[in-house]
């Protein structure tokens, strides 16, 4: 019998592996990542119902968290790093989270003229305004600016009323990925936040879900600069009410109580809390510490500019 085909009939059992000595060279040689795409491959794989989607998402957790920013072998570039870990902190997230709060909500009355529209067209460029009956608690619905223009270019009158579109309205504790799909399911854009008291305490685009997972980014309209602290040459210092606590205690120290720290943000808030409510213009406050500030500019809603005075020396 030649030898090939003895070879053919022999038992594959009895035929013993060759002494490779680069055998183990392989599992040496493979990336630090491989157990996680092994992980990952199997977790994927399981069948339809089975329920590992926390032990996936500890997976990938565990993964992201062992990258290193500066290792240009990663598998995972910094962006994608970046987008990964805010897709999984969306589960965690709420509508209060991404909302547009009450106070910068662009509105209109129902029934104001065309002038008044166009002005508020002017002064904000949104592609949707709320209409409301004679408060934001009263909320119709929103105009979009297509069907205005549309309008407009049959040179008709405007009439807001009859351009109302129907606006959803959610809690601010629903979860970001359900709204996302409930903007898909409903085809909106836009969705109202109402408070426990039933009062309209905000609102959410698609571009703020959008925001929670690539970042923040602005287009050509916005013009609104980063809340500015200006130290004048008598020791006042004009600042925008929206500046942060945290910047403004980093830059002249630790004047703030542990309860004010937990309880506001931003300088405006910081105002509203000791005075109790929202300070008319030109109104004095005092604080605790010896501060005083002064309201440069407000309206019935919020805090826009003080000016800040006797503010304690930074203790060494």
């Known amino acids: 019998m030649p030898p090939e085909v003895k070879a053919q009939q022999e038992d594959p059992s009895s035929i013993k592996p060759a002494n490779n000595s680069n055998a183990g060279s392989n599992d040496k040689n493979k990336p630090a990542s491989s157990g996680f795409f092994s992980t990952l491959k199997g977790l994927i794989s399981k069948p339809k119902g089975t329920n590992n989607d926390d032990a996936l998402r500890e997976a990938i957790e565990d993964f992201m968290g062992e ?6 072998s990663s598998p995972v570039a910094t962006h994608e790093k970046s987008l990964i870990s805010n897709v999984l902190k969306l ?3 709420t509508v209060l989270d991404v909302m547009i709060p ?26 949707r305004i709320a209409v409301y009956k004679e408060n ?12 205005i223009l549309s309008v407009l270019a049959s040179k008709k009158d405007v009439n807001i009323k009859s351009m109302i579109r129907n606006v959803p309205i959610v809690s601010p504790s629903l979860p970001v990925l ?4 409930k903007m898909q399911s409903e085809k909106k854009h836009m969705v109202f936040v109402v408070d426990e008291y039933g ?10 879900v959008i925001e929670a997972i690539v970042g923040e980014f602005d287009d050509e309209f916005d013009t609104e600069d980063d809340p500015q602290m200006v130290k004048n040459t008598d020791g006042s210092v004009l600042a925008d009410a929206r500046v942060d606590i945290d910047e403004f ?6 004047i703030l109580s542990e309860e004010e720290r937990e309880e506001v943000d931003t300088l405006g808030g910081l105002v509203f809390f000791t005075a109790s409510r929202i300070p008319a213009r ?30 304690p020396e930074r203790e060494e």
């Not at 205690?249 to 630790?254: N, T, Y």
């Open 91 to 93: 589960r965690d997230t």
């Open 102 to 127: 009450r106070a910068d909500i662009a509105g209109i009355e129902v029934n104001a003229s065309q002038e008044a529209l166009m002005e508020l067209l002017a002064e904000r460029q949104f592609s």
């Open 67 to 72: 990258l290193e920013e500066d290792d240009i």
């Open 282 to 311: 030109g109104e004095v406050i005092k604080h605790e510490s010896g501060m005083v500030f002064e309201i440069v500019s407000a309206d019935q809603r919020r805090i826009n500019s003080m000016r800040i005075r006797n503010i």
């Open 136 to 147: 934001l608690d009263d909320i119709l619905g929103s105009i979009h600016i297509k069907d």
């Open 178 to 181: 359900d709204l996302l799909r």
């Open 199 to 208: 009062g309209i305490d905000g609102l959410a685009t698609i571009g703020d």
């Open 249 to 254: 205690e980093e830059e002249f120290g630790l």
